[in-house]
């Protein structure tokens, strides 16, 4: 084309990126890649899988699909290099880690064109914002590498982690959770995705070059069952993972009762919510990248678009606008905004959610323009007029798919929001602080970004909650992910007789010893309930002599326990110094009848006076303690860029379902239930079905301590029924179970349904009295979960 | 090049000076480059000469016939704090010594005091001074502060009649910047959805480089489309910027990177 000529059309001319050195490396690799274990590429396996780039179908590589033995063989380099790696002052990791970020940074051009060959995603975004990030999560690690010991005191790593990444932004998902681990002194397997293998063999080609020693990092390819045998592998103490909620489930299914830590990372299509005072053309750049350019954070992920109606008409026709502009085509091209989709399944997966959408009455809207004749290209697409009730099934949006919706009040938005179950980020578009900031505090989602999109930092927590998952990587919450505090103190105790089954049936005997009757009720929403299947069992004292009934608690009680919870949200919302005036309250009123609770506690379990007494002590000591903490367990601040704010704020999970051990039956309960309620949690609490009366009994220091409606509810019976109940339901977020060590197995199991987040502990042997573990900062993050809030300001 | 207002707006401005300016303005290019290009029949020649009023006779003759515009800036450029009658006086004398175009400065206290009726009035007060020359509004960006400003600013020039409107005088601390830019690009895109009225675009100062003015024609083909890179709805006002798109060009068909000494200074 002549000069001439480009002066009057005015186009853009072709801008590409050349992929020699890419290429040059796999060439190097004969194109075929084994597994990266013990510091050294391992041969080629027979059994291997194809890699080809998605843009042109054409294949780049074959990597090798891991075998249990390869898993095996990969966990055993790790563990070996565990000792030495975790002991390593903290400066030698800072170095090691330093030296990633370093070699990252400078290979970058390597990685970027690497993984723009293997996942399709423009060369604009792997370049600018998924390369300089990944060596961002180096550096700031080094960071905490350094810090470990002075910052963590008393923490220890957790041994062999194994990570299983999805085929979403694999380079910098990968740095995102290896890079906190390793700074923690874990070692790692990787397991990256069979769709885009690539960028971890370009990361473990890296570790070599940086001299990290041999098996601190180890890369497995392979496909699900490669990653199942990561998972279930005995010698793996933590499991990271990424990738879609369903695999997410089956995952938390596969490591229940094992013991090992976990967190999930499952993403799900983005909320980006529109007011009518937005900067509607802001707002619109916002959704071009989260939605179409593949830079969004679920990865390449789509967007659910909530607007208000009175804007909404004016909103689309300008993204009809901006759509026509985005160039779909070469991901290697620079000026290409919108790639490929990473292999032809998910291309059918794309074509099919818009037509489902389409077959509902959504009107589409696609921009026009040619796309490449080969390749898995679809063409950025906008679907307005979308009730939630046709897409609200869909576990997350695939992009390039924007789906718009409308709504008419900030409530009404929140709660559309709320509708799609996932919650790893969501924006907020308006100009007005107010409003902004009131809704980013109420939206589920780990990461809001008020007036922007996709502000990442290694600094910033980011991570899931509701049906996105748990855990976080990035900045201090992340290192705590990476480290096990203290393991609690332990009391010796015989192996306790397996519970009784409770019975219902009248025992003959006089139920009260011949006092005034008192039956143990029900707590639900502050008031005492009679149970559903209106039975009660007996309990007795340590001689077998009748102490009293206690209500025998079902399925329904701890549903409308539940329910009572749900609207309690009261106790949620009210100020930290509030709640700490009501748990100073409950320890005075608990205080004031510690004689009458030390006698119920030496009739239900024989303990001496002296005990008993110690142990109504240690619980107004233990109510005092996180009274205290109540408006002192604060967020953060995290200077992640220059002119953002980026808080992280520990938020309560909401409801949560508590279920204590025969063990200390009054401090037990007291020391799971207050920090739970000092961080503004609702609490269904599953006492004892041994000793249930002093739980019962707390009932009435609540009742006389203004513990408002709704807040705690106490449902008795038989524990493991009634735990397994707390764990299927869904509004209940989080769920602590310090049963038996060997009924958690069913308890996680239960709890996959919603991926709420649930810590288990032995809780017979955990000495409650023992402060240094029994209470503290562990228990307080435990009861929260962090929500990272981007407020970037200037004009 | 066709985008740019050649400018001279110096103390020391002189007959002499302002000759050797219009040279440059008819003939940017060196020929041979032009020839490489494969642009003789159609050499480009600049968007306009931008000079004070004193200099728009001299500037018209020289460029007689050239059908290159004489642009005049006026109203007690650069701080624009003369009395009103004065500053409509100044651009009917502009005008009247054959200025095409009118740089007109807006009192930059109207905007930071939120007074943009008074802003509107004075403005339409210079547009009908203008008579049948175009008026280029400068909002002196770098004195107004938020972006917010900016783009009321802008939109109530719009409003007041405006045919362009531009970022800077060239003389305050701060001169076309990017955001600034797009604040006032997208008031000129929401004002032309409202009344259909197309408003053209100057950013002026501190644009230098033939990189810079590759950026604010990405920006203007990004917001605004095709139509907004012409020189009747598009200007970049620069004194330097010609050198070194010459340099790149020279590049361009050598394939030997340039010295600035190569080309005829403007």
């Not at chain 1, 063989?73 to 030495?84: C, I, T, Y």
């Not at chain 1, 009720?521 to 002599?545: E, F, M, N, T, W």
């Not at chain 2, 009023?53 to 109203?75: C, H, N, Q, R």
């Amino acid at each position: 084309m002549q000069v001439r000529d480009l002066l009057d059309t005015m186009d853009y001319g072709p801008s590409p990126e050349t992929a020699d050195v890419a290429r040059a490396w796999l060439d190097a690799h004969g194109g075929r890649f084994g597994h990266f274990i013990d510091g050294a590429f391992a041969a080629p396996g027979a059994d291997r899988f194809a890699v080809s780039d998605p843009a042109t179908g054409e294949g780049l590589a074959s990597a090798t699909r891991g075998s249990a033995a390869d898993v095996d063989a990969a966990v055993a380099a790790a563990a070996r290099a565990f000792p030495a790696w975790s002991a390593a002052p903290g400066h030698v990791r800072a170095r090691h880690l330093y030296a990633l970020a370093r070699i990252v940074q400078k290979r970058e051009r390597f990685l970027a064109v690497l993984a723009t060959l293997d996942d399709g995603k423009p060369l604009r975004v792997s370049r600018d914002i998924d390369v300089p990030l990944a060596a961002r999560h180096f550096t700031h690690h080094a960071g905490w590498a350094e810090l470990r010991d002075g910052e963590f005191p008393g923490q220890v790593p957790f041994g062999v982690c194994g990570h299983v990444v999805s085929w979403r932004v694999p380079l910098l998902t990968l740095a995102r959770k290896a890079a906190p681990a390793l700074a923690a002194g874990n070692t790692l397997v990787l397991k990256p995705s069979e769709r885009t293998p690539l960028a971890a063999l370009a990361f473990a080609a890296i570790c070599r070059e940086a001299g990290l020693p041999p098996g601190v990092v180890n890369v497995v390819t392979g496909d699900r069952d490669t990653g199942a045998a990561l998972v279930r592998h005995p010698d793996v103490a933590k499991v990271a993972f990424a990738g879609s909620a369903e695999a997410g489930r089956a995952v938390r299914d596969a490591t229940a009762g094992s013991g090992k830590a976990l967190s999930l990372d499952l993403g799900g299509g983005s909320p980006c919510i529109v007011f009518a005072g937005a900067a509607l053309d802001a707002a619109v750049e916002g959704v071009v990248d989260a939605a179409w350019s593949g830079g969004g954070p679920a990865g390449r992920g789509g967007v659910r678009l909530l607007v208000q109606e009175g804007v909404a008409g004016r909103f689309a026709d300008a993204l009809r606008r901006r759509m026509a502009n985005l160039r779909t085509g070469d991901p290697l091209d620079k000026s290409t905004d919108v790639g490929a989709a990473v292999d032809a399944a998910e291309l059918r997966r794309i074509r099919d959610a818009v037509a489902a959408c389409v077959a509902d009455g959504a009107e589409p809207f696609q921009a026009e323009g040619p796309l490449p004749a080969v390749g898995c290209f679809f063409p950025p697409t906008l679907l307005t007029g979308v009730e939630s009730s046709a897409t609200g099934a869909w576990p997350d949006i695939p992009g390039p798919v924007a789906v718009a919706t409308t709504f008419r009040t900030p409530a009404e938005a929140v709660a559309l929001a709320q509708g799609a179950r996932t919650g790893t980020t969501a924006s907020v578009w308006s100009q007005d602080i107010d409003l902004a900031l009131d809704v980013a505090a109420r939206v589920g989602a780990g990461v809001v970004w008020i007036n922007a999109t996709d502000l990442f930092d290694a600094a910033a927590p980011f991570g899931g909650t509701r049906g996105s998952g748990f855990g976080r990587d990035g900045g201090r919450a992340g290192m705590e992910g990476e480290l096990k505090p203290r393991p609690p103190a332990r009391v010796e105790r015989p192996a306790a007789p397996p519970a009784p089954r409770l019975s219902a049936l009248p025992t003959g005997a006089p139920a009260s010893g011949g006092a005034i009757d008192r039956t143990a009720k029900l707590v639900i929403g502050g008031l005492q309930a009679r149970p559903d299947g209106g039975h009660s069992y007996a309990v007795a004292g340590p001689d077998g002599a009748p102490l009293g009934l206690a209500a025998l608690g079902s399925r329904k009680d701890v549903r409308n326990a539940v329910e009572a919870a749900v609207k309690g949200s009261a106790w949620s919302a009210a100020s930290a110094h509030n709640r700490a005036q009501v748990l100073y309250y409950v320890a005075e009123n608990l205080s004031a009848r510690a004689r009458e609770f030390a006698d119920r506690l030496s009739a239900m379990t024989g303990a001496s006076g002296s005990e008993a007494a110690r142990e109504v002590e240690a619980a107004v000591r233990r109510t005092f303690f996180y009274a205290a903490w109540a408006d002192k367990f604060d967020g953060r601040v995290h200077a992640a860029r220059a002119r953002h704010l980026a808080l992280a704020l520990n938020e309560p999970f909401g409801v949560m379902g508590l279920v204590c051990p025969d063990t200390a039956p009054l401090l037990a309960p007291v020391s799971l239930l207050m920090p739970a309620l000092a961080m503004g949690n609702r609490a269904v609490v599953v006492p004892s079905a041994l000793h249930p009366f002093a739980a019962t009994d707390l009932a009435q220091v609540f009742d006389t301590s203004d513990v408002p409606a709704g807040a705690v509810s106490i449902v008795t019976g038989e524990r493991e029924a009634l735990a397994k109940v707390l764990a299927e339901h869904d509004e209940v977020t989080a769920l602590w179970y310090a049963g038996p060590a060997d009924a958690a197995d069913a308890v996680e199991r239960a709890a996959a349904g919603n991926l709420k987040s649930t810590w288990t502990d032995d809780g017979p042997s955990r000495d409650w009295f023992d402060d240094a573990t029994s209470q503290g900062r562990d228990f307080l993050g435990r009861a929260t979960q962090v929500k990272t809030v981007w407020v970037p300001h200037g004009e | 090049m066709t985008c740019i207002d050649l400018t001279t707006l110096a103390g020391d401005d002189t007959p002499g000076r302002v000759r050797r300016l219009c040279a440059k303005a008819r003939r940017p290019l060196r020929p041979d480059l032009v020839a490489a290009l494969g642009l003789e029949d159609r050499p480009p020649t600049v968007g306009a000469v931008c000079v004070y009023p004193t200099m728009v006779a001299t500037a018209v003759a020289a460029l007689d016939e050239s059908g290159i515009p004489v642009a005049s800036v006026a109203t007690g450029f650069p701080a624009g704090l003369t009395p009103l009658p004065q500053r409509l006086a100044e651009i009917r004398h502009a005008v009247g010594e054959g200025a095409a175009e009118i740089d007109i400065v807006i009192t930059r206290g109207h905007a930071l005091l939120g007074e943009w009726g008074a802003l509107h009035d004075e403005v339409a007060a210079m547009r009908d001074a203008c008579g049948a020359a175009h008026m280029k509004a400068i909002l002196g960006t770098g004195d107004l502060g938020p972006l917010r400003t900016v783009y009321k600013a802008a939109a109530v020039a719009m409003q007041a009649g405006a045919d362009f409107i531009k970022t800077s005088t060239g003389k305050e601390d701060v001169n076309a910047t990017l955001p600034v830019s797009l604040a006032m690009l997208r008031a000129l895109r929401h004002y032309g959805d409202r009344t259909g009225v197309r408003v053209g675009f100057k950013p002026a100062g501190g644009v230098r480089t033939a990189k810079d003015a590759l950026n604010w024609l990405v920006l203007m083909k990004e917001e605004l489309g095709r139509p907004w890179l012409e020189p009747d709805l598009f200007r970049i006002g620069a004194s330097s910027l010609l050198g070194d798109i010459e340099r790149q060009i020279e590049h361009h068909v050598t394939g030997r990177y340039a010295a600035a000494a190569n080309h005829a200074p403007a």
